[in-house]
């Protein structure tokens, strides 16, 4: 590790093929409100990407573009090399994208199975599209004993689990489901330290099988650590450090995560002067 | 025990209706039970229920629909109006089809142009009656098609004694294998429960939503069809919010949270019909209908803090 080496910009992509998803200066205002500023990032084939920074550094935001809940004002959106555009969650999920969100799309009063499957919904031929409630739970059930998700039964509507469980059911949707690009808003929060355990092993069991490219948005470091091939960090709405975990530290990026926290300070401070 | 109330909505209002149902046969006897009594109470029920049974998918949605009571008023008449320029069959497939595109209007313009559906809904409320007014000159629409004669497609289309309430029954069951066994169930539960959540998943949110708007304002027509031809004649001045007042009293009393993701249909159904015994109830035992206003709203009331407390017992079982 080299401790200690300067922040700088985002480096050019090392490439060994085509890239998973390239982000080409991507940029998104919400009124006057500028949030990303012209967004560069690669993620390669079966890479875990750890993007951190500041609250309100445009982190979410990114993330709802790339699974087609919000869309771009500039900039462009590559997946194997291809440029797509989405219209919708549905055409980013039609690509292959999966998302886990900070504030957790869990339906209370749905069961675990209805909920494990919501926008995959299992159904019986015919116009009505009947559900298949009985292939569904039992799906579930293998599923949630495969990652060693306990709940207590997939009949249980999810306002009955507890907040560590519903984020388990949450990302075990989305690990399920994702095909190519697997987006981890915040995966981790309000987690107690087993239910986080199983949510690192579940991210690092589908990273180790290769099949998909994965974003991780988290303020724990030490799970970064753990689980990402590379960090970004972003501030205040670009990309200002792409980094190899082998080729940084915790001390790396605390320090500029700190001193961008002193320079705003400073600048308020000013400001106020 | 508990749990059994807790989670199975239906089960306080059907044991509430079921009580009334002794309580006026204890009281009123053979008066009550009789043939001509219980029809009268199906004739209070019955429009009640078939606007609730659609009304339920939207009060689920956290959304509502002031109109479809005036589109049951508003089907026929197009039904009277067109007939004759073309078959009677055709007349009611194109009030039927007119009836399911105010439902397609009350939802784009909510959807699409971000107006809450309750002022949506009161102003093609108000069109609706307008449009009554003006096309029919305020003169009564009489004699309805099909209406006072015999035969077997007349009884089934409304004549027949038990036909307006049997039409409700089939649709309740349809509709509620409809919001449980479906995809389209799942997702109106989906998208009221958790709207951001429900869109996030991949739910069509506002595709949901319109076609719910649309399934209501249809089964409403259809129902409106059947009770003109039931009655004969069809009053200009009848005024719809009189009846979906009911259908929401009625989705209330069965267990739906005006806030979204909790209701069903047989829970609106069952209202309905706790309603229509109520009404026919106190007649029968020679309580003014006076009276039966003040009732109906207790019920209304005791429901809806029922529910509430019932939600709060299900948010500590889930802190635990």
């Known amino acids: 590790m080299s401790a200690g080496a300067q922040p700088g910009g985002p480096q050019p992509p090392v490439g060994d093929g085509v890239a998973a998803l390239e982000v080409r200066g991507v940029t998104k205002s919400f009124g006057a409100l500028a949030v990303l500023r012209g967004i560069d990032l690669t993620l390669r084939q079966g890479e875990v990407l750890g993007l951190v920074g500041d609250n309100g550094a445009g982190k979410s935001t990114l993330v709802k573009i790339l699974s087609g809940f919000h869309s771009q004002d500039e900039g462009q959106i590559l997946i194997d090399g291809n440029r797509v555009s989405f219209n919708s969650v549905a055409s980013a999920r039609a690509h292959g994208i999966e998302t886990v969100y900070q504030d957790l799309a869990l339906i209370p009063q749905l069961p675990v199975y ?45 306002e009955q689990l507890s ?58 470091y030490a799970h970064l650590f753990e689980l990402c091939d590379r960090i970004n960090v972003m501030q205040g709405g670009r990309i200002t450090l792409d980094r190899q975990v082998s080729q940084t530290s915790l001390e790396e990026l605390t320090e500029l995560m700190v001193s961008s926290y002193r320079r705003q300070l400073e600048e308020v401070q000013s400001a106020g002067a | 025990m508990l749990r059994l109330f807790l989670y199975q909505r239906e089960l306080t209002p059907s044991l509430i ?48 629909d002031l109109s479809a009571g005036q589109v ?6 197009v039904m009277y109006w067109l007939n004759g320029t073309v078959p009677l069959g055709v007349a009611i497939v194109l009030a039927l089809l007119a009836s399911a595109g105010v439902g397609a209007i009350n939802g784009l313009i909510t959807v699409r142009l971000n107006v809450p559906s309750f002022v949506t809904t009161l102003a093609t409320n108000f069109i609706l009656y307008g449009a009554v007014l003006v096309g029919s000159n305020e003169v009564e629409g009489s004699p309805i098609p099909l209406s006072g004669k015999t035969g077997f497609i007349s009884s089934v ?18 509709l509620a294998v409809v919001f449980t066994r479906t995809r389209f169930g799942v997702r109106i539960i989906a998208t ?39 009655y004969g004649t069809l009053d200009p001045g009848n005024f719809g919010v009189n009846y979906i007042l009911y259908a929401v009293g009625a989705c209330v009393i069965g267990g739906t949270a005006l806030t979204g993701g909790r209701g069903t249909v047989i829970g609106a159904f069952i209202g309905a019909i706790l309603i229509g015994i109520l009404e026919g109830g106190l007649t029968v035992i020679g309580v003014s209908t006076n009276d039966f206003f003040i009732y109906i709203g207790v019920v209304i009331i005791l429901a809806m803090a029922l529910n509430a407390q019932f939600d709060r017992l299900v948010a500590r079982s889930r802190s635990r």
Not at chain 2, 25 to 37: E, H, I, K, Q, Y
Not at chain 2, 158 to 174: F, L, Q, R
Not at chain 2, 203 to 229: H, M, T
Request: proline share 3%; charged share 20%.
């Open chain 2, 17 to 64: 209706t079921v009580a009334l149902f002794l309580y006026f046969t204890v009281r009123a006897g053979s008066n009550f039970t009789d043939s001509l009594s219980l029809s009268s109470c199906a004739g209070y029920a019955g429009p009640v229920a078939g606007i609730a049974v659609g009304e339920v998918l939207l009060l689920v949605l956290a959304e509502i």
């Open chain 1, 114 to 158: 209805q909920n494990l499957f919501l926008g995959h919904e299992l159904t019986l031929l015919g116009p009505l599209r009947l559900l298949d409630k009985r292939e569904m739970r039992k799906l579930a059930r293998q599923y949630l004993d495969d990652i060693n998700v306990h709940v207590p039964s997939v009949d249980a509507d999810a």
């Open chain 2, 157 to 174: 289309m409304g004549v027949g004694t038990w036909a307006e309430i049997i039409w409700v029954v089939v649709i309740a069951i349809i």
């Open chain 1, 163 to 220: 907040g560590g469980q519903r984020q388990a059911i949450a990302v075990a949707r989305a690990v399920r489901a994702a095909t190519k690009i697997l987006l981890l808003d915040e995966p981790l929060a309000a987690m107690g330290a087993r239910e986080s355990r199983l949510i690192v092993d579940l991210v690092k069991d589908l990273a180790s099988s290769g099949r998909v490219s994965i974003i991780v948005i988290d303020h724990n």
């Open chain 2, 72 to 77: 049951f008023l508003f089907c026929p008449w």
């Open chain 2, 192 to 230: 009221g429960g958790n709207l951001v959540g429900a869109a996030e998943a991949g739910v069509p949110i506002r595709r949901v939503k319109v076609w719910a708007f649309v399934v209501c304002s249809f089964l409403s027509g259809l129902v409106g069809i059947v009770d003109a031809i039931k």
